[in-house]
């Protein structure tokens, strides 16, 4: 497997999330004090630390490239974005799993340009795993150890269909009722698993199929998407052969979505 240069951006990315990730591991499993924001959900200090070093990494070394990050977005439904390249941050996806003592939560960064991402980094601190995208590369996960693997690794083609849900997001509604009427159709295997390693285990080849109409943002999905896209995954608004994009205007808020191999396309997307 021939390396990727360190200059190059998705390294630079990643030399980042590296270095986040270790500002967020001394909280881990620690007596973090929680605090609610105004939409409900957890954060904590290990959030705020992260996201302020990755912001002022950005703005270092690509000072012209705007950065909106979970943290420092208040009001997300009447937030006007004017950009036609900038950066999706989420410092610390899945904060209940964190808060929880669980190792399934992410260091999620990417680069927008005309609405899709083309860059980005998915690191998963307490695993030690990093997965990287980008539109000219591919995909590509780094171990423990540092070694390149290219995605999808896994092959897939003789299982039933496996669909990866939250685990602490629980199906409801559209959700439930799409699982209802998919396990009626075929065989299906479910895996429940925290943040963006949903994207991350179909990018592998380990899972097959996500789904979520639930509230999502877009610095939940950004990161994850190029790095399924990347392994040659579609990632789609709901039912149809149309790509999930961040458009600039007013809002952060993604419309329901599906990520899938590309093998299911026919079977599941208009």
């Not at 295997?189 to 285990?201: D, N, T």
């Not at 709901?238 to 990520?259: C, H």
Request: overall charge negative; glycine content about 8%.
């Amino acid at each position: 497997m021939k390396s990727i240069p360190p200059e190059h951006t998705v390294m630079k990315l990643a030399d980042i999330a590296y270095a986040a990730g270790g500002l967020i591991m001394p909280y881990f499993r620690q007596n973090t004090e929680i605090q609610q924001k105004d939409d409900g959900s957890p954060v904590t200090l290990a959030d705020r630390e992260a996201e302020k070093f990755i912001i002022s990494e950005l703005s270092r070394g690509w000072p012209d490239i705007p950065a909106i990050g979970e943290e420092n977005v208040y009001n997300t439904n009447n937030y006007t974005n004017s950009y036609n390249i900038f950066w999706l941050i989420d410092p610390l996806d899945g904060t209940r799993e964190f808060v929880n003592g669980r190792d399934e939560f992410t260091v999620n960064i990417a680069l927008i340009e005309n609405s899709l991402p083309v860059t980005g980094v998915v690191y998963a601190p307490a695993k030690e795993l990093m997965y990287i995208g980008d539109s000219l590369l591919g995909s590509y996960k780094i171990d423990s150890e540092g070694k390149l693997h290219k995605l999808p690794a896994i092959n897939s083609a003789d299982r039933p269909i496996t669909v990866v849900i939250s685990r602490s997001h629980p199906s409801l509604g559209q959700e439930e009722s799409y699982l209802d009427e998919l396990q009626k159709n075929m065989p299906v295997e479910i895996i429940k698993m925290g943040s963006s390693l949903k994207f991350c285990a179909i990018a592998e080849g380990a899972a097959d199929f996500y789904f979520r109409a639930g509230t999502t943002m877009y610095w939940d999905s950004a990161a994850g998407h190029i790095v399924a896209k990347g392994a040659d995954a579609l990632v789609t608004e709901w039912g149809m052969k149309k790509e999930l994009t961040y458009r600039d205007g007013k809002g952060l808020v993604n419309p329901a979505f599906m990520v899938l191999r590309s093998k299911w396309a026919d079977i599941l997307l208009k």
